[in-house]
């Protein structure tokens, strides 16, 4: 019996595709963002559903923030449209964000 390769293993094997592991497929290097240090481990699906994610949790974040939080957030909306606000960011409050 010889161990050849199926079509999954030679295509795993070739130079031209590389398995994300997010997602567990192999897909051709274009698929893959480049950084200086070579290609992304996750393809550019997997790193957009990410990023996403995260957006989507962050929003969810503020919302809840804003709704614990409505005086203080209602003042800082008066100050940011007032354009008074550099003052706030200087002092070191935007750092908080
Ligand atoms: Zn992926």
Redesign the pocket.
Do not use: E, I
């Given at each position: 019996m010889h161990d050849e390769p199926t079509g999954v293993r030679a295509a795993l094997q070739s130079p031209e595709r590389k398995r994300?592991?997010?997602?567990?497929?192999v897909?051709h290097r274009a698929d893959f963002s480049t950084t200086p240090a070579g290609l992304c481990s996750?393809?550019q699906?997997?790193k957009r559903a990410t990023s996403r994610l995260a957006s989507r949790r962050r929003q969810a974040a503020v919302r809840l923030l804003i709704a614990f939080h409505p005086e203080e957030y209602h003042a800082l909306l008066r100050l940011v449209r007032g354009g008074s606000w550099s003052c706030l960011i200087e002092r070191g409050a935007g750092d908080a964000a």
């Open positions: 994300c592991p997010a997602c567990q497929q897909k996750r393809c699906d997997c």
